[in-house]
């Protein structure tokens, strides 16, 4: 059983940074492949990037890449969302999930507003 929490979300302008991130509880944490999914309104949920259990692989959606950046820190149980050069389009609330291999748990999700 693994309990997520998001934390870092917020407002901010255009061409700004945010750093979500996910704090997970349990022993096993870096048994785990960790991904980021956002949800903006009226729209389907969708892949933000993901990570490895060890953090040696990334994998990002097209609409982020070279902008985000995701990290872990497996002492610390906590995986890490660098979001930069922010956009409008970008506004969603953010969630994070542990997958083993599916993504089977999940936190509740931070908003993150980003205004033009």
């Known amino acids: 059983q693994v309990q997520l929490a998001e934390s870092g979300g917020g407002l901010v302008q255009a061409g700004g940074s945010l750093r979500l991130s996910c704090a997970a509880s349990?022993?096993?944490?870096?048994?785990?492949?960790m991904g980021w999914f956002r949800q903006a309104p009226g729209k389907q949920r969708e892949f933000v990037g993901s990570?490895?259990?060890?953090?040696?692989?990334?994998t990002y959606a097209d609409s982020v890449k070279g902008r985000f950046t995701i990290s872990r820190d497996n002492a610390r149980n906590t995986v890490y969302l660098q979001m930069n050069s922010l956009k409008p389009e970008d506004t969603a609330v953010y969630s994070c999930a542990a997958g083993d291999p599916d993504y089977g748990y999940w936190g509740q999700g931070t908003q993150v507003t980003v205004s033009s």
């Open positions: 990570i490895s259990g060890s953090g040696g692989s990334t």
């Open positions: 349990g022993r096993t944490f870096s048994r785990y492949h």
